[in-house]
């Protein structure tokens, strides 16, 4: 048989909703040696975001740094599952009667890889911006042990749990992983996320992914630059169209958010 044999299956076709999300699991339960490359968390070449802006495919759905560090290798039930268009499934209904890893079967796992497939590659930053920073998630799944957040049956409390421990995390790779990024084999052309931009009540309220980016605006509808006015705090918008960028220390910059005011 092809297990006596050796082979080692890759599964990566596991979107949610397709009906093989439990396949690498029945595969390591009949014991197979399984290499877990589901593509919903580690397919970088899927878009970051749903801007057409970015670059990626979609088919898969999206997958930023925070999907990759999701990843819950021997449970993957235990995530925030959502289909390709980012609704929220019901996991206890929808996938009740797929196949759980088994103790046995988790013996089986041999590890996770992450892939990116070339054919949208256009040269080496297009390379590097695909990959950074959401192979450090990744990376923190393959090395690191399992989070905390993965072992509470409770669902909204896994989740709580999961966001702070994320909060801990995005905190080291704004303040450590991304400036090592900036000069490591001569600077890494990892992305930058566009900021959060909400107008609530007249206030303009700005936030990003990590910290250490420096955030500037225009309201006169051009470009903002490096030079623009700096948004620190919440401040007063009247009316008109917002523009912001994050900017980080080696002058790496996101594309631009745009908020109405009306």
Known sequence: SFREKGFVPYVWNTVWGWGGEDRAYKLANAGFKVVLSNVSNNYFDLAYDTDPADPGYYWGGFVDTKKAWEFAPLNVFAEPITNREGVRLNVKEDFKDHSRLTEEGAK???GIQGQLWAETVKGEDMLEYYLFPKMLGL?????APAPEWVSIEEEELRFETLEKEWGVFASRVGSFELPRLTYINGGVNYRVAPPGVIVKEGKLFVNSN???ATFTF???GSEPT???????EPITISEGEVRVIAFYPDGKKSRVAVAEVK
């Open 226 to 232: 490096i030079s623009s006015a700096k948004y620190t």
């Open 108 to 110: 089986n796992i041999k």
């Open 210 to 212: 990590y910290p250490g």
């Open 139 to 143: 990376v923190e799944r393959a090395w």
């Open 218 to 220: 225009t309201i006169d």
